[in-house]
């Protein structure tokens, strides 16, 4: 299996220091924020709400920039750019579409290291 996020667990590791629990509560942590930012992002998408796509954007990106989550920290920039440039437009809802299938390869893979 490819992993998308090859650091990762490397991460959660060493800021765990040894610490079992720690790092389980840690995983959970970001799982719970990946699935948060998905339901709340594609909420704030369908009911065209730019208050609470900020919001979740701006609650989870130092978890993302944290963890080397590089590829949705991009997406959701570019998201940004298009939501203040074009609006609730078909541009950004391709965008939504792209962020949720990189979500949820984050999603699985967090998943894995639960296990």
Do not use: W
Request: charged share 30%.
């Amino acid at each position: 299996m490819i992993q998308l996020y090859p650091g990762l667990n490397n991460k959660i590791l060493e800021i765990a220091e040894g610490d079992e629990d720690f790092r389980i509560e840690l995983i959970q942590a970001i799982h719970n924020g990946l699935i948060e930012l998905k339901a709340v992002y594609s909420k704030g998408h369908e009911e065209k709400d730019e208050v609470v796509i900020q919001q979740i954007r701006h609650k989870l990106k130092p978890t993302l920039v944290m963890f080397d989550f590089e590829d949705l920290v991009s997406e959701i920039q570019k998201g940004k750019v298009i939501l203040e440039s074009e609006g609730f437009t078909e541009n950004y809802s391709t965008h939504v579409l792209e962020l949720n299938r990189l979500l949820e390869g984050a999603i699985c893979e967090v998943n894995l290291l639960l296990k």
